[in-house]
């Protein structure tokens, strides 16, 4: 079995981060002996960073990349895709809303593709929630072409490799990142495959940020301004 590094960005996640983690570790030590654990914590302002501090000292596995601010969703997934270190990268959120077991199933086609990423099969958040997301899933197709159906499903596999090739192109740093990175990486080359996740749950302690108005604000000009982007031929290579 190949090596992976599982990334998750975290914000005010103080309530989820410990169980989150020994959940990451109790899954990965029955699949592979060689993974790391990276959190990047976006400049929360609760107690996120101290408990992950807490869990390096009794976990090896476990690195924490820090954010003196709080950047925004992009920022904290880029930080995390891009200190990976192993063979293979996961990335998911620190919510805590899906089974980590599923990973079996990227991992059964990982030699098949290059990325491998899930779709909510069903998405278990609120019906304005789901909406949305269904949407920006549209308008995204619409402005770009296909890629995926659940562009926002924070439960993706690829190869290193995918990451070192467009991380130089990749410029949105907010909620527009998903839907940047996966049309980057298709436009790129590489393959794509998809499979569904049926062990979404809704979360449980803390809260969201994405429906709030300078997140949706953020994303819509980082989407306009990709969008122009590849229009003008910029960052294309």
Known sequence: MKSITVAMPAYNEAE????????VIQVMDTLVDDYEVVVVDDGSRDATAEVVKSLEERYPQVRL???????????????????ATKELVFFTDADRQFDLQEIE????????????????????????????GWGWSMLVTLLFGYTARDIDCAFKLMHRKVIERIKEQVSSRGATFSAEFLVRAKRAGF??????????????????????SDVIIRAFKELLHFRIALWQGKKTD
């Open 16 to 23: 989820n981060i410990q169980d989150m983690v020994k959940d």
């Open 65 to 83: 990349v820090q954010h003196g601010e709080n950047k925004g969703y992009g920022a904290a997934v880029f930080n995390g895709l891009t200190s």
């Open 105 to 132: 199933k990227l991992l059964e086609l990982i030699d098949k593709a290059d990325l491998v990423v899930g779709y909510r099969s069903p998405r278990r958040d609120p019906f304005m929630r789901k909406l949305n």
């Open 191 to 212: 393959r794509i495959l998809e499979v569904p996740i049926l062990g979404h749950r809704p979360r449980m302690a803390g809260s969201q940020t994405g429906a709030r």
